[in-house]
DNA sequence: ATTTAATATTTCATTTCTGAATTATTCATA
DNA sequence: TATGAATAATTCAGAAATGAAATATTAAAT
């Protein structure tokens, strides 16, 4: 690995994180067998998320959607035959069935998703993306291109990797527990 | 880095995740240009807090809290002199200041903190623990540094300080355009 | 010293999400 | 082929989170 990604922000500028680094530094301190170094790793995770939550939306708002409807028209359009169920649909996007739901009626309201039962199996419905909601999808594309590269442009193909497969390793974890 | 970390899984049952990936791979198929390993990282993180938070919150549920409320008292708890102000809390939680507000009526009403007006600055307000909030807050550590050993605990310290150092520069690069 | 701008918190209407229960269908097995 | 268990999707009530506006106070600029 480079040496340029250490433990500290490469920006003198303290950013929004270093006030939470030093909070886990004082209860280490208060508190015997503190496991710090994991402490402050879920919190990165958290915080990286929701950075990158907000500056998604920020994109897809001028669209009419946001993260959460995209993904789920990502997860139709990437789709073997372009179809997806709802549950399906749910353990990609990680939402809850009910609010996979909602969301589709949603995208329905939009004319970007047609829904329809499904033949082999009356209990399913199928989701596909319409002519109009895969332009839609294309469209946004090149904005959403450059949010993901001022993001992660600045690795090197091996940082990818690891970065990837550490947190491939962490939920493969999480989710024995789950 | 040891190797034990690949781009799979290490299990053989494919995971919640391995479906997102065969439909990153479809996508990267029908767009050209398609940043694939971006993308794959970008949900990565995303399924990962998820998962996070789901495993954190069957813990705090038996305890009254969640992963939100939680964390609220233990930036307090962490704070230098124990004493908080609601926007600080905001930006290390991450929470916008209108449900800083509700989470701190809640915990409140629960006896676990106390909130008065600064003396200094008449804008701001002060959240403290009260003793109860402080006991609360210690009672769970054990539960929760189980559920972090069973979710960070297979790697070590130096595989800890490259997940961190990557995670911060990711979020150092996006507090630049936040 | 005013006036203006910036900061801190809250309120409120609305949106988003969840848990639990419900309905419908298929699967397993006796 | 009946019966109970499992799976799929939805409904609905309530909880959690957001955006925008309102209120109060302090800091900055003229």
Same mark, same amino acid.
């Not at 073997?80 to 990680?94: I, M």
């Not at 499904?118 to 002519?131: K, M, P, Y």
């Given at each position: 690995?480079?040496? /340029?990604?250490?433990? %500290? ?7 929004? &994180? ?11 301190? $208060? ?22 939550? +907000? #500056? ?32 399906? #649909? ?8 009910? %609010? ?13 998703? +047609? $829904? ?26 090149? +904005?959403?291109?450059? $949010?993901?590269? /001022?993001? &992660?442009?600045? &690795?090197?193909?091996? +940082?990818?990797?690891? #970065?990837?497969?550490?947190? $491939? ?10």
């Amino acid at each position: 690995m480079s040496d /340029r990604h250490g433990e %500290n922000p490469p920006e003198d500028r303290p950013d929004s &994180f270093s006030e939470v680094e030093r909070r886990i530094e004082v209860t280490r301190r $208060r508190l015997r067998g503190y496991p710090q170094d994991q402490v402050r790793l879920a919190r990165l995770i958290i915080h990286v998320q929701k950075r990158q939550n +907000e #500056l998604t939306n920020q994109v897809l708002r001028r669209h009419g959607l946001n993260y959460v409807t995209y993904t789920a028209l990502m997860m139709m359009y990437g789709a073997e035959d372009q179809a997806t169920t709802p549950s399906e #649909l749910s353990s990609a996007t990680g939402e809850k069935p009910a %609010n996979i739901t909602r969301i589709c009626d949603e995208l329905l309201e939009q004319g970007l998703i +047609e $829904r329809n039962p499904s033949t082999e199996d009356r209990r399913r419905v199928v989701l596909r993306l319409t002519r109009r909601g895969e332009r839609l999808v294309e469209q946004v594309q090149p +904005e959403l291109w450059q $949010r993901l590269e /001022r993001s &992660f442009g600045g &690795f090197s193909g091996s +940082e990818m990797r690891q #970065l990837t497969g550490l947190l $491939r390793t962490v939920l493969a974890r999480m989710d024995q527990d789950a």
